[in-house]
C-alpha cells in the first residue's frame, strides 16, 4: 500500500512549455485533489474530483486542467506554463464519505523559468 | 478565497517548553483541522474537531473548536526536537472545499 504518489519530485520549465504532473492512490479513495502551496498562503484547492469522470474547480484554477479517467489516478496538466505558477503541488484524497483523513502525497516542486 | 489567519508565524522555543497557536477566520466553519508538515514532505493529520466548543487530545497535543466556530487553537506540552515543523489549520464550510491557514513554522532548540 504506496498511499498518494506523485511524479516527478521535482521539474523545470520554461515559459510556455507544457507538462503533466501525476498523483496516483492506491486506497481506492473517491475524492482527489490538487492543492499549490506558495510562501505565506497556506495550501490553496485547484481542482477536486469525487469519482471517475467528475471534476470541479477549486479557488485557483486558472491555467490548470484535470481529468479523472480511473478511480487511482487524477493527473494535473500545465497546458503553458507561466513564472506565476511556480510552487510545490500537493495531490490529496480521501474516501468521501471521511470529512477528515486526507492523505498528501509528497509534492512536487516546479520551477518555471 | 477564503484565507485563515494563523499566529505567530513563527516560534523559536526550547526543549520541553509548552506552544500554543491560533487559526482565526471571518467566516464560519463547520470542521476544523490541524496538520504538520515535515520538511519535502506533505501534511500529515493531528487532530479534526467537529463541534463549536470541542476540545481533543492526541498525545502533548490539544486543539479547541472555538465557541464563535470562526477560530481554533492548537495547544502542544512539552515540546520534543521532533516537534519541529510547519502546523497549517484548516477549516471546511460545507461541501469538498477545506481552506488552509498561512502556517506556524515552529523551531525546538534542544
Known amino acids: 500500500n504506496a498511499g498518494v504518489t506523485q511524479t516527478p519530485k521535482f521539474q523545470v520549465l520554461k515559459t510556455g512549455q507544457s507538462m503533466t504532473l501525476q498523483c496516483a492512490q492506491d486506497m481506492n479513495h473517491e475524492y482527489m485533489s490538487w492543492y499549490r502551496q506558495d510562501p505565506g498562503m497556506g495550501l490553496r484547492l485547484i481542482h477536486y474530483s469525487v469519482g471517475a469522470g467528475i471534476t470541479d474547480q477549486g479557488e485557483v484554477p486558472n491555467g490548470y486542467n484535470v481529468s479523472r479517467s480511473t478511480t487511482e489516478d487524477f493527473p494535473l496538466r500545465l497546458l503553458s506554463a507561466a513564472p506565476s505558477q511556480t510552487s510545490v503541488y500537493f495531490c490529496a484524497s480521501r474516501r468521501l464519505a471521511s470529512t477528515d483523513t486526507q492523505y498528501f502525497g509528497p509534492g512536487t516542486r516546479l520551477t518555471v523559468l | 478565497g477564503q484565507q485563515l489567519n494563523q499566529s505567530p508565524q513563527s516560534m523559536f522555543i526550547q526543549e520541553g517548553e509548552d506552544v500554543s497557536m491560533n487559526c482565526t477566520s471571518s467566516?464560519?466553519?463547520?470542521?476544523w483541522l490541524w496538520y504538520k508538515q515535515d520538511p519535502g514532505e506533505g501534511p500529515v493529520l493531528l487532530i479534526a474537531?467537529?463541534?463549536?466548543?470541542e476540545l481533543t487530545s492526541n498525545g502533548r497535543l490539544t486543539a479547541q473548536f472555538g465557541i464563535t466556530r470562526k477560530d481554533s487553537f492548537l495547544n502542544i506540552s512539552a515540546s520534543i526536537p521532533s516537534d519541529v515543523g510547519i502546523y497549517f489549520c484548516?477549516?471546511?464550510?460545507?461541501?469538498?472545499?477545506?481552506?488552509f491557514g498561512t502556517g506556524t513554522s515552529l523551531t525546538v532548540i534542544p
Open positions: 474537531l467537529y463541534k463549536a466548543g
Open positions: 484548516a477549516g471546511q464550510r460545507t461541501g469538498n472545499q477545506f481552506y
Open positions: 467566516s464560519i466553519f463547520n470542521t
